[in-house]
């Protein structure tokens, strides 16, 4: 095939889908995204991410697909013969996922050979899909002997471990972005058919059971995107709805006997903190957004209102990571932020993202951005390595030697048993274009700050809108507006929270001194006055070509301390600069990092080494090291500098200390004889 005809064929697709989208619904989130496919980075750090993703990242989890057996299930459950070969039910998934992300890939970046190859996974996934549509390598290798966790009839255990409608889910969205990006209906119509089986089977005449795992109402909602049928936009209604039905006992402290733990202790328009697996509640969150905008229905925005702000201001860590508890990758209490057995998911972060877009789309106001900012430079992408091919499944906030025997890790794996995460990174790297612009009516929303060009159309006019910075080392911004001819509308351009003394939307994280400076815009070189709407600089004019928007966050390091109820982090600070937080690593600093303290006072210096971890912009200061001698009968203090380097770059060199948080001053030491 010729490169013209594959790009035509790309962009058949594209349209295609677009139009598809429009035919399908009226009622929809009043601020959309532009789409992925119309935005271009030429930054340099996520440049380098989402290529290392095209070109590492995803063939990798294709490759690992195939070694540890995740394709020969399919090819068995075709043949319906052997014995279900890896460890997961929903082991199904990783191909899926990494479909999704190939698919992003390919839709701005064609790729004949990939092509060939995700179909002819295609091909092996809709021969194992059994005739009415079922399609769950598990159970249909072999019916008679299927996995433990699967139960002896189809559906028996949805609630808890299955993994049935999990693994449509999944399908249901690589079939959505493979349509888009190629236009091909081979994996969507292998998602149709299962759509089709879970309608006839699941409803109010019919079988009741909460997923135990969500992310199929979301995946119902992208084929009702495309196909315009309503049917599973119900369903995923009706699935959320199920949520709270059942008994358990409220006043049990195991969230498994109080159904806490897969967000089922109350129905979800009662629900009001987040609690429970946090992977789980960010795909149900996310889900209950989607609904709400489609039909209308307040209750679920009243909910997941009430519980962001209960996430955010309760229950996140300062670099943005949720779900502290290892037993159940779930939230714990208020304020039960733990350092040194921190879980963090990658997964989790994957899925704060998606959920803060939506309701950012949902309300229009900064504050979700935020989040997603903070979650993305600092606890998402610390998920994976620089490399491309090693992960964290958990993202720790402080490794010490005396921690060595805990379940965290050290440092970071080519791949899991469960590995969820790095097929989640891989499909949501190429996707990070899609977050960057949004669009309600006359109005365009700069959100992130990414060097590259938007393409999007206002009032029926081509606009095209440049982005040149250096963020996140710089705070200098530069857009350049080139409507078709001269346009009337709103630029609205964030302006982070970070950068108007606001750690985090809540009381939870605050920083200890305040910034007077005010941001300041020029366009065309002259300063202009604005107003703030929800955090957004609103610049409503008649925009001509090649107009200049100069915009210049200050780039200050900042000292974060949390609210006292985190009672691991009282007398200790954390270090932010821009977006970044930041974190000391052994590899910088004498062998260890436990042993640090950070004065008051303590003058910062930054310095961008483009020699160190794929440039990183370091943080430098007089600190307190304390010492312990060889015979460990002595304690001295010694001050030196200490090097911080930004919290998603750590373990990438090997293993040993890390720590987020820094002690002011001394006030007692531990006594610890390993």
Same mark, same amino acid.
């Given at each position: 095939?010729?490169?013209?005809?594959?790009?035509?064929?790309?962009?058949?697709?594209?349209?295609?889908?677009?139009?598809?989208?429009?035919?399908?619904?009226?009622?929809?989130?009043?601020?959309?995204?532009?789409?992925?496919?119309?935005?271009?980075?030429?930054?340099?750090?996520?440049?380098?991410?989402?290529?290392?993703?095209?070109?590492?990242?995803?063939?990798?989890?294709?490759?690992?697909?195939?070694?540890?057996?995740?394709?020969?299930?399919?090819?068995?459950?075709?043949?319906?013969?052997?014995?279900?070969?890896?460890?997961?039910?929903?082991?199904?998934?990783?191909?899926?996922?990494?479909?999704?992300?190939?698919?992003?890939?390919?839709?701005?970046?064609?790729?004949?050979?990939?092509?060939?190859?995700?179909?002819?996974?295609?091909?092996?996934?809709?021969?194992?899909?059994?005739?009415?549509?079922?399609?769950?390598?598990?159970?249909?290798?072999?019916?008679?002997?299927?996995?433990?966790?699967?139960?002896?009839?189809?559906?028996?255990?949805?609630?808890?471990?299955?993994?049935?409608?999990?693994?449509?889910?999944?399908?249901?969205?690589?079939?959505?972005?493979?349509?888009?990006?190629? !236009? +091909?209906?081979?994996? /969507? =119509?292998? @998602?149709?058919?299962?759509? *089709?089986?879970?309608?006839?089977?699941?409803?109010?005449? $019919?079988?009741?059971?909460?997923?135990?795992?969500?992310?199929?109402?979301?995946?119902?909602?992208?084929?009702?995107?495309?196909? !315009? +049928?309503?049917?599973? /936009? =119900?369903? @995923?209604?009706?699935?959320? *709805?199920?949520?709270?039905?059942?008994?358990?006992?409220? $006043?049990?402290?195991?969230?498994?006997?109080?159904?806490?733990?897969?967000?089922?202790?109350?129905?979800?328009?009662?629900?009001?903190?987040?609690?429970?697996?946090?992977?789980? @509640?960010?795909?149900?969150?996310?889900?209950?957004?989607?609904?709400?905008?489609?039909?209308?229905?307040?209750?679920?925005?009243?909910?997941?209102?009430?519980?962001?702000?209960?996430?955010?201001?309760?229950?996140?860590?300062?670099?943005?990571?949720?779900?502290?508890?290892?037993?159940?990758?779930?939230?714990?209490?208020?304020?039960?932020?733990?350092?040194?057995?921190?879980?963090?998911?990658?997964?989790?972060?994957?899925?704060?993202?998606?959920?803060?877009?939506?309701?950012?789309?949902?309300?229009?106001?900064?504050?979700?951005?935020?989040?997603?900012?903070?979650?993305?430079?600092?606890?998402?992408?610390?998920?994976?390595?620089?490399?491309?091919?090693?992960?964290?499944?958990?993202?720790?906030?402080?490794?010490?030697?005396?921690?060595?025997?805990?379940?965290?890790?050290?440092?970071?794996?080519?791949?899991?048993?469960?590995?969820?995460?790095?097929?989640?990174?891989?499909?949501?790297?190429?996707?990070?274009?899609?977050?960057?612009?949004?669009?309600?009516?006359?109005?365009?929303?700069?959100?992130?700050?990414?060097?590259?060009?938007?393409?999007?159309?206002?009032?029926?006019?081509?606009?095209?809108?440049?982005?040149?910075?250096?963020?996140?080392?710089?705070?200098?911004?530069?857009?350049?507006?080139?409507?078709?001819?001269?346009?009337?509308?709103?630029?609205?351009?964030?302006?982070?929270?970070?950068?108007?003394?606001?750690?985090?939307?809540?009381?939870?994280?605050?920083?200890?001194?305040?910034?007077?400076?005010?941001?300041?815009?020029?366009?065309?070189?002259?300063?202009?006055?604005?107003?703030?709407?929800?955090?957004?600089?609103?610049?409503?004019?008649?925009?001509?070509?090649?107009?200049?928007?100069?915009?210049?966050?200050?780039?200050?390091?900042?000292?974060?301390?949390?609210?006292?109820?985190?009672?691991?982090?009282?007398?200790?600070?954390?270090?932010?600069?821009?977006?970044?937080?930041?974190?000391?690593?052994?590899?910088?600093?004498?062998?260890?990092?436990?042993?640090?303290?950070?004065?008051?006072?303590?003058?910062?210096?930054?310095?961008?080494?483009?020699?160190?971890?794929?440039?990183?912009?370091?943080?430098?200061?007089?600190?307190?090291?304390?010492?312990?001698?060889?015979?460990?009968?002595?304690?001295?203090?010694?001050?030196?500098?200490?090097?911080?380097?930004?919290?998603?770059?750590?373990?990438?060199?090997?293993?040993?200390?890390?720590?987020?948080?820094?002690?002011?001053?001394?006030?007692?030491?531990?006594?610890?004889?390993?």
């Amino acid at each position: 095939m010729k490169t013209g005809k594959y790009l035509s064929q790309l962009l058949t697709g594209a349209l295609l889908f677009a139009c598809l989208q429009i035919q399908a619904q009226q009622t929809d989130y009043t601020i959309k995204a532009v789409p992925f496919t119309q935005v271009k980075f030429t930054d340099q750090l996520w440049t380098s991410h989402i290529e290392t993703n095209r070109t590492v990242t995803i063939p990798a989890s294709f490759k690992r697909c195939e070694t540890t057996g995740r394709v020969k299930n399919f090819q068995m459950a075709a043949e319906k013969k052997d014995k279900f070969c890896t460890v997961f039910p929903f082991d199904d998934t990783d191909i899926y996922k990494t479909v999704e992300g190939a698919s992003f890939s390919m839709a701005v970046h064609p790729d004949k050979k990939l092509d060939k190859y995700v179909d002819s996974l295609i091909e092996i996934v809709g021969k194992a899909q059994e005739p009415d549509g079922y399609l769950y390598t598990a159970r249909t290798i072999d019916p008679l002997n299927p996995h433990a966790w699967a139960g002896k009839d189809r559906w028996v255990n949805e609630h808890d471990n299955s993994h049935e409608t999990y693994n449509s889910g999944h399908l249901f969205e690589a079939a959505a972005a493979h349509f888009q990006a190629t !236009g +091909k209906r081979n994996l /969507l =119509n292998i @998602a149709y058919k299962n759509a *089709d089986l879970l309608v006839k089977t699941f409803g109010n005449d $019919k079988l009741h059971v909460p997923p135990g795992h969500e992310v199929v109402e979301m995946g119902l909602v992208k084929l009702y995107r495309i196909s !315009g +049928k309503k049917e599973y /936009l =119900n369903l @995923a209604k009706f699935f959320l *709805d199920q949520r709270g039905q059942r008994k358990y006992d409220p $006043k049990s402290a195991n969230p498994w006997e109080n159904g806490s733990y897969w967000q089922d202790n109350a129905p979800v328009i009662a629900q009001n903190e987040a609690e429970g697996h946090a992977v789980r @509640a960010m795909y149900l969150y996310s889900a209950m957004a989607d609904v709400a905008a489609l039909t209308g229905d307040t209750s679920y925005l009243s909910a997941i209102d009430k519980i962001w702000s209960n996430m955010t201001g309760k229950k996140m860590y300062v670099q943005g990571s949720i779900g502290s508890i290892p037993s159940g990758e779930r939230f714990g209490g208020d304020y039960e932020l733990p350092n040194s057995t921190a879980y963090n998911e990658t997964c989790a972060a994957i899925g704060n993202a998606m959920w803060n877009q939506r309701m950012f789309q949902l309300h229009g106001d900064s504050k979700y951005m935020d989040v997603l900012e903070k979650t993305l430079y600092n606890g998402l992408i610390s998920g994976v390595g620089l490399d491309g091919k090693s992960f964290f499944y958990t993202n720790a906030m402080e490794i010490k030697h005396s921690f060595s025997h805990s379940a965290m890790e050290r440092e970071r794996s080519g791949w899991f048993e469960c590995s969820c995460c790095p097929t989640n990174i891989a499909r949501f790297l190429p996707s990070l274009p899609g977050y960057v612009y949004a669009q309600s009516g006359n109005s365009v929303y700069v959100n992130l700050f990414i060097s590259g060009s938007a393409d999007m159309t206002v009032n029926s006019k081509a606009v095209k809108l440049v982005q040149q910075n250096n963020y996140p080392w710089d705070g200098g911004l530069l857009f350049t507006v080139n409507p078709a001819s001269s346009l009337d509308f709103a630029l609205k351009i964030r302006i982070p929270g970070w950068a108007q003394n606001q750690a985090i939307p809540s009381e939870l994280y605050n920083y200890k001194t305040r910034s007077d400076s005010k941001i300041q815009i020029k366009i065309n070189g002259t300063p202009t006055e604005y107003k703030m709407e929800k955090g957004y600089a609103v610049l409503n004019r008649n925009w001509k070509k090649n107009d200049r928007v100069e915009v210049n966050l200050p780039m200050e390091v900042k000292r974060v301390a949390a609210t006292d109820k985190v009672v691991n982090n009282i007398g200790k600070v954390a270090l932010q600069r821009g977006p970044l937080m930041y974190c000391a690593e052994w590899k910088d600093n004498y062998g260890l990092a436990s042993n640090i303290i950070i004065p008051v006072g303590a003058a910062f210096t930054t310095e961008f080494n483009k020699e160190l971890l794929n440039g990183v912009m370091t943080l430098k200061a007089p600190a307190i090291f304390i010492n312990v001698d060889d015979a460990g009968k002595k304690i001295s203090t010694e001050e030196k500098k200490v090097t911080i380097i930004p919290y998603y770059s750590w373990a990438n060199r090997g293993k040993g200390e890390m720590t987020v948080w820094f002690p002011e001053k001394i006030k007692y030491v531990d006594l610890l004889s390993n």
